[in-house]
């Protein structure tokens, strides 16, 4: 099993950063996939960015060149900097891992607001 525990949520103005931290323990050694979902109210839950174990990268198209996703060896922590913050970037933010063969490893949650 992998646990995980998001990290660094808080309330920013627009234009401002937020660094968010997954720390995961467990079987981490078996992840290949580590990411972010974010999910606004009233929406469904859609994914930021990715990162795979050999480090290619994919983000949603509203955070490209705005967030940048990153991983510390050997995969017990990843991170989400989120520069230029907007209001609609305001959501629950998920951290997940994904491992071969197993259901999805989810985080409990962090607010990030971003006010206008």
């Known amino acids: 099993q992998v646990q995980l525990v998001e990290s660094g949520g808080g309330l920013v103005q627009a234009g401002g950063s937020l660094r968010l931290s997954c720390a995961a323990s467990?079987?981490?050694?078996?992840?290949?996939?580590m990411g972010w979902y974010r999910q606004a109210p009233g929406k469904q839950r859609e994914l930021v960015a990715r990162i795979t174990s050999g480090g290619r990268t994919n983000y949603v198209d509203s955070v490209k060149g705005r967030f940048t996703i990153s991983s510390d060896n050997p995969k017990s922590t990843w991170y989400l900097q989120m520069n230029s913050l907007k209001p609609e970037d305001t959501a629950v933010y998920f951290c997940?891992?994904?491992?071969?063969?197993?259901?999805?490893?989810w985080g409990p949650g962090t607010q990030v607001t971003v006010s206008s």
């Open positions: 997940y891992a994904q491992r071969f063969g197993w259901a999805n490893s």
């Open positions: 467990g079987s981490t050694s078996t992840i290949n996939v």
